[in-house]
């Protein structure tokens, strides 16, 4: 145990104060023997037992339900304890003041709760990151991916392939060591690489569903282009159900990219208002131009949007982007064929067709399967595809073996078993205190 692990710890578990019940959480070696101090005898079985909590002058601070956790059935494997108190912030404010006064306790640092859990082997570096996405989770889509991380599904696939390329490796490490010995077979082709070149399309089609697993952590990006008094503004607003943009008859009004974040049938979708496309002379607009642009280059659909009736002189520029062709001010010129959609913002014409055409293309890049959704997983999967690849592209029999060994290294870096200490400041960090 390290320096910093042999503290006993604690911080507010639960959320914003005031609330209903607030929960601090202890954990570490001394956290039973503090409670006790506090409440009076704790039970050893986790099982809640309402208890009276005093101040160090015998005045009652609350009367709270106390659970104890003795290790290693606990969150961080170490014993803990939670406090179910009042949530006030004065009450709350108490019970911090008479557990800083005790020598060898100090407040959590931020995810703290977390990283001794990952030490102490009660969970991997994927299931704590699962763990945060799952707190954040805003939408039904990002729940469900993170109970796929958080509880183990997605550490489940890693370790298996990990464990696979060991079984191969071994077989390999075989041939090189005993090679004389009757049996060991003399050629491990048939055994081994059709089982490597199985993985590797294994891995490359999970790596080829990494943009569903950002779509769905970080948002479906939609930009809504075009040129000026196109109706850009009021779809937005239409969007949003309420006045987001500025709408009038003035060409460039929208100066700046505005955006809104909806949750569509449990997808987070974020639309981007953007400044008209066209030739100016205006320093302000131009600027605007710009970042439309740009914001154009980031997107997962586009939007182009023109009035019915008058084609824009300046389209966006994608290059693989998918375009849906919107005509707008339907309720005015009638529905058009020279469009994918035609709609109204003011009547609702159309509105309902371009939000199915936006969750199609949504539901057609996941299909609820395990998917990696952060940076960090993506790269250390390219890394075992390339060492894999190596491996099956290789002459000498020594060297193809010590790229299996690397790519399997590199998918142990993901879920924390191979060489992460420099990752572990960074991802705790993230978490907030009490978790």
């Not at 037992?49 to 290693?72: C, E, H, K, Q, Y």
């Not at 390999?172 to 059709?194: K, M, N, Q, Y």
């Not at 891995?203 to 779509?215: L, T």
Request: glycine share 8%; with cysteine; hydrophobic share 45%.
């Amino acid at each position: 145990m390290t320096a910093a692990f042999a503290d006993t710890i604690f911080a507010l578990s639960s959320g914003a104060l005031p609330a209903g019940v607030a929960v601090i959480r202890l954990s570490g070696s001394r956290a039973i023997e503090v409670a006790s101090t506090l409440a009076g005898d704790i039970p050893s079985n986790r099982k809640a037992a309402l208890r009276t909590i005093r101040s160090r002058n015998g005045s009652i601070i609350d009367r709270v339900l106390v659970i104890g956790f003795p290790a290693p059935n606990s969150f961080t494997g170490e014993d803990c304890v939670e406090l179910h108190l009042h949530g006030s912030r004065a009450v709350v404010s108490a019970i911090y003041d008479e557990l800083a006064q005790i020598p060898g306790l100090r407040l959590a640092e931020a995810g703290e709760f977390s990283r001794r859990a990952f030490e102490n082997g009660k969970m991997d570096l994927v299931e704590v990151e699962g763990l945060a996405d799952l707190i954040a989770a805003e939408t039904e889509m990002q729940r469900r991916l993170a109970v796929e991380q958080s509880f183990g599904g997605q550490s489940a696939l890693y370790m298996d392939w990990a464990a696979r390329l060991t079984r191969c490796r071994a077989l390999i490490e075989a041939e090189l060591d005993f090679a004389d010995e009757d049996d060991v077979p003399g050629s491990v082709s048939d055994r081994v690489w059709a089982e490597v070149g199985d993985l590797y399309l294994e891995i490359n089609e999970h790596i080829a569903f990494a943009k569903a697993g950002e779509v769905i952590r970080d948002g479906f990006k939609v930009v809504i282009a075009g040129p000026p008094n196109a109706g850009k503004s009021s779809l937005l607003n239409a969007l949003a159900q309420r006045d987001v943009a500025i709408v009038t008859e003035i060409a460039g009004t929208t100066r700046d990219v505005l955006h809104i974040d909806l949750d569509m049938e449990g997808y987070l979708v974020r639309f981007f208002d953007t400044a008209g496309l066209r030739e100016t002379e205006d320093r302000i607009e131009k600027e605007g131009v710009r970042r439309a642009q740009l914001a154009i280059e980031q997107a997962d659909l586009i939007i182009q949007l023109e009035e019915i009736d008058s084609r824009s002189k300046q389209n966006p520029t994608a290059g693989d982007i998918e375009i849906i062709r919107v005509g707008s001010k339907r309720d005015i010129h009638g529905p058009s064929p020279a469009y994918d959609l035609c709609i109204s913002s003011q009547s609702g014409e159309g509105m309902e067709e371009l939000r199915l055409a936006i969750l199609e293309r949504i539901r057609s890049l996941w299909t609820g399967s395990l998917v990696p959704n952060r940076a960090r997983h993506l790269r250390y999967l390219k890394d075992a595809s390339n060492f894999i690849e190596e491996a099956l592209n290789g002459r000498e029999l020594d060297l193809r073996a010590e790229s299996l060994r690397a790519a399997a290294s590199s998918l142990g870096r993901i879920t924390g078993r191979v060489d992460v200490e420099q990752l572990l400041d960074v991802i705790f960090s993230q978490f907030c205190i009490g978790k």
